[in-house]
Structures are given as structure tokens and as C-alpha cells.
């Protein structure tokens, strides 16, 4: 069993950063991928970015491509969401996922593919 706890979500002016991060509960987070997902109001959840447990492959949404960038500290069970450049359309409560997984480069930009999930951050870009 993984736990997962997002936190850094604020309100932000439009231009400026943030950085989320996930904390994970469990011994077994160094062999789980991990994606971070959002859902803006009156949206479906949609995939922002993921990460092998290695590192070694990410994936961004074409949408934050360039301004965000995920990364993880196994060591710490800690994963993160660099977001710069924030659009008020980053708006939306963003959630870390994880799912256990045998092979160190796999990770999945599907909702369906992950196990856990955290409780959710809120990110709020004024314009």
C-alpha cells in the first residue's frame, strides 16, 4: 500500500511558479511510476506529467510542455511538479498518482494505469 500527499498549492499570479510535491508513505515508492494529474471546474481529470521510478522517462501534456517539469527523490519518497510560466488555465486541484511496477523505465500518462492517489492540491493562477 502507497500513501500519497500532495502539497505547495497556492494562488499564484499569472507568470509566476509554483512547486508541488508529493509525499509518499510505504517502502515501495522506489519501484512505483508517478504521474500528476489535474481537474479544473466543471472538467474532466486530465494527465499533466509522469515519471518512471528510475527517472529515466518523463511525459508532459502537450499544454505544460516546456513550463513544467516533474522529478522524484526516491530517497526522500518525495516526488515534485516544477510549474513556471503559470497560465490562470493552470488553474485546477492537482493530484500525484502512483502505481507499483516491475520495470524501471515504465510510466503511464492514463488515469487508469495508477493505484494511488493523493487527496489533491489546489492551484489557483490569477491573471
Known amino acids: 500500500q502507497v500513501q500519497l500527499a500532495e502539497s505547495g498549492g497556492g494562488l499564484v499570479q499569472a507568470g509566476g511558479s509554483l512547486r508541488l510535491s508529493c509525499a509518499a508513505s510505504?517502502?515501495?515508492?522506489?519501484?512505483?511510476?508517478m504521474g500528476w494529474f489535474r481537474q479544473a471546474p466543471g472538467k474532466e481529470r486530465e494527465f499533466v506529467a509522469a515519471?518512471?521510478?528510475?527517472?529515466?522517462?518523463?511525459y508532459y501534456a502537450d499544454s505544460v510542455k516546456g513550463r513544467f517539469t516533474i522529478s522524484r527523490d526516491n530517497a526522500k519518497n518525495t516526488g515534485n511538479l516544477q510549474m513556471n510560466s503559470l497560465k490562470p488555465e493552470d488553474t485546477a486541484v492537482y493530484y500525484c498518482?502512483?502505481?507499483?511496477?516491475?520495470?524501471?523505465?515504465?510510466?503511464?500518462?492514463?488515469?487508469?494505469?495508477?493505484?494511488?492517489w493523493g487527496q489533491g492540491t489546489q492551484v489557483t493562477v490569477s491573471s
Open positions: 515519471i518512471s521510478w528510475s527517472s529515466t522517462i518523463t
Open positions: 498518482a502512483a502505481v507499483r511496477t516491475g520495470t524501471h523505465y515504465y510510466t503511464s500518462k492514463f488515469e487508469y494505469d495508477y493505484d494511488y
Open positions: 510505504g517502502r515501495t515508492f522506489s519501484t512505483c511510476a
